[in-house]
């Protein structure tokens, strides 16, 4: 593989991600929570957030007050959900300095905190992220109860509250057609498949966030030590096979589909999103089979990570600096590309 | 008697009296359906039923959570529970609703609260039910606070865990 900052498993596994799940105590939830009740929690988290001694310093954004191109960046940056961008009550969210870490307060439950790693690195991201909430639960009343463990809105939340995901890139599953026995095993084994931005979005370029749906029954170390010793890396494993069959048996055709993401990349003048992230999964599945070196050594897993970010539609605005057509986001987009990938 | 029509016996017996007359009519089965008689055993399933449900008037009414006011039907409706008292409100229902989404799963078995580490198994039930006693009693919900308080008055009575076991710490194994 091309060289560039190396994660563990960094070839399948674009990043980790860790959340937990909280409310206060006494308080409904936000579901059914009024103005006040919610304009409550805000402050309390929002006080406790800037105040308590936590790794890194925290960064606030008020959603309401901000703009849709700003929760747009936090959404593509993966730090804020959909919904949360979407909601309409008072609602903020409190993020680390490094990016890594942000709180969302007032989303489906009141504090929802998160700690986002490159690669396979959900020990460290639980670690951080148990952190964050200790510092917090130590300054408020949680919601709990001793059968329930802690509540939350939903009831596939409740118990630990703990949700683990990694983001995959799945290109060699999907191009033996075995996508649909993945995702019948996650089914089986209770685990949620979603696309790139999570719950609602599509898995377009092969991505796909997978994570735990059962929270309660199991403890927080037992769910950690299955997701991270078993269940993700047996996906790992069987998407590596699948790299390799076709290497074996179809090595002619898999490096036409890398040189031709390639060769459009490289030479488009214009690329719709859909059309972008496609050819950056290719390309990024041609850089982890080193299929590129001669062609073009300067590509790295790190170039195609950043461009899967850049070329949002979010990111491409905030690049040129003001509102642009979708017409002309397509010409950005492809010029941002090749700048990148082959300094045109 | 017989019918005032045919020779078959009379069924239905009619007697009114109007402007000071008596009138009287006696008919058989089939002549008083003929005659537009409403037979008591005919009556259309739906009409009897009606007639049961305005005697009758529903009384039962869903209960709802007193602090939020959702009822068990919204939250299974949309997969959302109202606040923390509801889990209190909607015990059994609830539990079953959880275990479907929870694959069986029917209790916590990971990290209590930050505030709670450390202390024994017993010493958390024991808080917890004081709570549920408090909110209870806020409530005006005296049987369930009676059982409560019964089941505090058990827990006193267990043997406490330190004189068993060297220390707590198994608890968050």
Redesign the interface.
Known sequence: MSGGSTAPEQDVVLSSRARIAR?L?????V??ANEEQCEYVMRTARHLLLHVPLDERMIWVDLEQSSSHERQLLVERHLISRHHAESTVRRGVAVGESEHASVMINE?DHIRMQVLRPGLQLEDACRTCRSI??AV??HVE???????????????N???G?RLSAMLHLPALRLTNDIGRVRQTAKDL?LAVRGYFGEGSDSTGNFYQVSN????????DEILDEFENTIIPGLVRYEQAARQVLLDKHRRELEDQVFRAFGALGTARMLKLDESMKLLSRLRLGVCLDMLKEAADTITLDTINSLLLLVQPGHLRQHVGCTISPEEARGVRADLVRELLIGD | MKCDICDKPAVVHEVTIANGVKKEVHLCLDHARDAGVAMPGQQPINKLLSKFSVAGKPTVVAPRCEQCGTSFAQIRQNSLIGCPACYDTFEEPLGRFIERAQAGATHHVGRGLPQEEGKSRQQREERQLMRALEAALSREQYERAAEIRDQINQLSDRPSEESQEPSSEGDEA
């Open positions: 409310n105590d006494g308080i409904p939830f579901n059914r489906e909430d200790e639960g130590t949680y919601a709990y109860r001793e059968r329930w463990g802690y509540l939350s809105a939903c009831p596939t409740v118990g630990t703990i209770h749906q059962i929270t309660l029954g199991r403890s927080e």
